[in-house]
């Protein structure tokens, strides 16, 4: 079974612009969870998504938005990005939420100059 | 403010020698605990789990222990390997939350011959 992926691995952004981070999730799992990792605040929690819907999101601003597809594909969006927005972006799925075992794609490390 | 505290950033151990992990959180509400592993261009890795119901969870050579009363929680392995050599983080969830992970800042275990 194909794991989780993600896209691109590496992206290069310039202040003020936004971007779009793909998450593909193992086949059949349901729930994609997208979270943050900073050297200094280490893994943070971004949010949640389960049949298309968010069902849970942590403390970023409204900049941080995502969306799921019917086939439980997802995509993070920050718009105006920041300096303090370089980070490894990685998505986790799990069969039916963060109650089960989440599997990590491998991230998206964004750079923003 | 970070509810998951890894106070030891870096740890040294030799094969075959017990390698114990520590992990202390504040929130009272965190019912679940996870034990991720991660190699460098990876994502996490689960490791180990252990609900609040109990104190101990074993799985091979990985065993976590829960003390609830002083909010603790460790991870030995035993013999360690040097394959064992990774970050290891700890991360706590909660029912009233959704599951979603709170994550310490990680350990690295570097396991020598």
Redesign the interface.
Known sequence: KAG?TQTPRYLIKTRGQQVTLSCSPISGHRSV?W?QQTPGQ????LF?YFSETQ??K?NFPGRFSGRQFSNSRSEMNVSTLELGDSALY?C?SSLQ???D???????TRLTVL | DQQVKQNSPSLSVQEGRISILNCDYTNSMFDYFLWYKKYPAEGPTFLISISSIKDKNEDGRFTVFLNKSAKHLSLHIVPSQPGDSAVYFCAASARNSGYALNFGKGTSLLVTP
């Open positions: 989780v969870s979270y280490g893994l943070q929690f949640e069902r849970n942590g990685l986790a939420g963060p109650a075992t989440q599997y990590f794609g491998p991230g």
